[in-house]
């Protein structure tokens, strides 16, 4: 670990590739999807702000994953995640859908909330609800 904490990067990592899926009437006949793009934006929060109108243009889906491990859990008290939450939900690509017009679905994942003194998933929906709504008013 760094000797300041963790260290998150500037820069956006890009992937483009063909997922293969099985049936469960044909397990070993995979079925390849179309090449799917994956954008993973740099989690500081000035980046990913500024990042983020444009990948959610042309996203299909937005993945917010959250470190909920010990290490973080204070982070998960601060400004950071909830405003990239809002600023999501509140992009017209991702309100479209809440409207049923059709936008981008929002996925929120707590990744190391089994670590002991983790984040449990209902404490961090609870804390991110409360953020938000803060955010927004």
Request: hydrophobic share 45%; charged share 20%; glycine share 10%.
């Amino acid at each position: 670990q760094p000797k300041y904490g963790l260290l998150p990067s500037l820069e956006p990592n890009e992937a483009t590739f063909s997922p293969i899926t099985t049936t469960p009437s044909k397990p070993t006949d995979p079925n390849p999807i179309a090449p799917t793009r994956f954008l993973d934006l740099p989690s500081h929060p000035r980046f990913a702000l500024s990042a983020l109108p444009a990948a959610l243009l042309r996203a299909r889906a937005a993945i917010l994953v959250l470190d909920a491990s010990p290490a973080a859990a204070s982070a998960l008290s601060t400004r950071a995640p909830a405003r990239l939450l809002a600023a999501v939900l509140a992009h017209g690509a991702a309100s479209a859908r809440r409207g049923g017009g059709g936008g981008v679905p929002v996925l929120v994942f707590c990744g190391k909330g089994d670590k002991g003194g983790g984040v449990r998933v209902e404490e961090v929906r609870r804390r991110l609800e409360v953020a938000v709504g803060e955010e927004v008013a």
